[in-house]
Each structure stands twice: as C-alpha cells, then as structure tokens.
C-alpha cells in the first residue's frame, strides 16, 4: 500500500486545507533529474549542515568522471553528491567507488584552481539556474545564495573550504531510491574509519 503524505498550507495562506500526497514510483532516471535540478530536496540539516546550499557543480567534469552534484554549504563544507539507480550491491559498489574518485580528483586543489575548474564553470553554463546563474565568482554566488552573509563569514566559509580541499574532508552523499541493510553498514564502517570523510545515504 503506497505511503501518503498531507502536507498543511501556511497559516494566513488563503486557499486553506490541506493536501493529500500519494506516493508513487518514479522512473530512476526521472527522479535523478528532479533532484538535480531540485536540490533543496535533499535533507542537508540532516547532516548537521544549514540550508540552503549552494550548487557549485552539477555534472561537473573531472578527471575520473563526470560528479553529480557538487554543494556547498554556508559554514564551508563541500558536498559530493551521486546519484545511483537500484537496489544492487554492484551499483552501490560502483557509486561509492565513484564518489571517492571524485573526491580523488578534488584533494589538494587549491581555492582559485576549484574555482576556476569547478564553480565558476558551473555558474556560466545552462546547467545553472536560479539567482546564481552567471555569477562570475564564487564569492559573489555565496552572497546571492545567503544574502546576510557577511565579509567575516565569507572569510571563515573560504578558510574552511580551502581546509576541505587541501585534506580531502569531504562529505560524500549517495542518494539511491531504495536503501538496503548491507549499504547502511557500509556507510556506518566508512563513517567510523575515516575521521577526515563523511558519508550519508539518502533514500
């Protein structure tokens, strides 16, 4: 029996009532897309992390692929972000292998080679959309992001991420339409092996 949902109009909203959402399936592929374009979607306070966050890449070519999504959040940490299609273990395996090419590929950059190669790349193609849509920095796209962001926060936020980068402290974000106990293991023993990396599972 599928879930619902009922989701409560604001107060002062004058439709009123409230509305009754029936889950259904959604083509992998489809869904994949909806989040990509959708990013708020993902449940970053559940990380511990404040929303919104910032999109700095998205089908961001690196050397040993092309990453999902990549985010940023306020406080400066950097999220990699993939998206697999099934249950399997092999499709785990292979989305967990990526995610850690990926950050690979990030480790040691320095802040104006990520900004050169990833964010502000991002920011001038299609693929961007929303207010920071041609920001021609990533200082620029943080204060269209947050704009109460102040010059200490922006300092403190580039320290953090230039750490992030030069350590490879990166939070790895593996949303799959259906979790299993053996990839929920997997995360918690990455989680409690690596004290410089982070991993969620999202379903």
């Known amino acids: 029996m599928p879930r619902r949902m009922v989701v409560v109009n604001e107060v002062g909203d004058e439709s009123g009532g409230a509305t009754v959402f029936v889950e259904a399936a959604s083509p ?3 869904l994949q897309e909806r989040l990509k374009a959708n990013p708020d ?3 970053v306070e559940d990380f511990g992390m404040s929303s919104p966050m910032l999109v700095v890449g998205r089908e961001t070519i690196l050397e040993s692929g092309a990453v999902d999504l990549l985010g940023l ?3 400066g940490d950097l999220l990699v972000i993939e998206f697999k299609t099934g249950p399997q273990n ?14 690979s590929d990030l480790w040691q950059l320095d802040y104006e080679t990520f900004e050169r190669r990833v964010a502000r790349p991002y920011f001038s193609s299609p ?3 929303g ?3 041609n920001a021609e920095s990533l200082s620029s796209a943080a204060t269209l992001c947050w704009p109460d962001l102040s010059a200490e926060d922006w300092a403190e936020l580039q320290d953090r991420l230039e750490h992030a980068l030069a350590h490879g402290s990166f ?3 593996i949303v799959a339409q259906r979790l299993t106990p ?5 995360a918690e023993y990455l989680n409690a092996l690596c004290p410089n990396a982070f991993f969620y599972l999202v379903e």
């Open 41 to 43: 979607l993902l449940p």
């Open 73 to 75: 959040t306020r406080r």
């Open 90 to 103: 092999p499709d785990f395996r292979h989305a967990l292998a990526q995610v850690l090419h990926y950050g």
């Open 171 to 173: 939070h790895y974000v």
């Open 182 to 186: 053996t990839m929920e293991r997997a």
């Open 131 to 133: 207010s920071t849509h």
């Open 28 to 30: 992998e592929l489809a």
């Open 127 to 129: 693929r961007c959309v």
